[in-house]
Nanobody
Framework: QVELAESGGGSVQAGGSLRLTCVASDMAVSSNCMGWFRQISENGRAVVAAIFTGDGGSTYYHDSVKGRFTISHDNAKDTVYLQMNSLKPEDGGMYYC????????????????????WGQGTQVTVSS
């Protein structure tokens, strides 16, 4: 099973920036999905940004973060980054890294990782 280690959360004022980092261990070489989800309810997480590392690649951003957040992936390090700029108070919450090997991107976006590969979560707090 893939293990994920997150870092980079913290507290900033509105308009500030943070970069989240997630390192994955033991992932397959190609066709992986990685992304960041935010806890939106006691039992629910919604995708914020995600990336597909297979042929052609693809990225997804929730409408609320387009133009402000950038997701990127370092293949050599099996690491995904989320650069968050122009942060707003409503961006705050617990962010979880997720990963799935040999994934179907659309399913990953709607259902999250198929085998429950989640990081431990990192808190983002944005004060107004």
């Amino acid at each position: 099973q893939v293990e994920l280690a997150e870092s980079g959360g913290g507290s900033v004022q509105a308009g500030g920036s943070l970069r989240l980092t997630c390192v994955a261990s033991d992932m397959a070489v190609s066709s992986n999905c990685m992304g960041w989800f935010r806890q939106i309810s006691e039992n629910g997480r919604a995708v914020v940004a995600a990336i597909f590392t297979g042929d052609g690649g693809s990225t997804y951003y929730h409408d609320s973060v387009k133009g402000r957040f950038t997701i990127s992936h370092d293949n050599a390090k099996d690491t995904v980054y989320l650069q968050m700029n122009s942060l707003k108070p409503e961006d705050g919450g617990m962010y979880y890294c997720a990963a799935e090997e040999h994934c179907v991107f659309s399913h990953f976006l709607s259902e999250g990782p198929a085998f429950g590969n989640w990081g431990q979560g990192t808190q983002v707090t944005v004060s107004s």
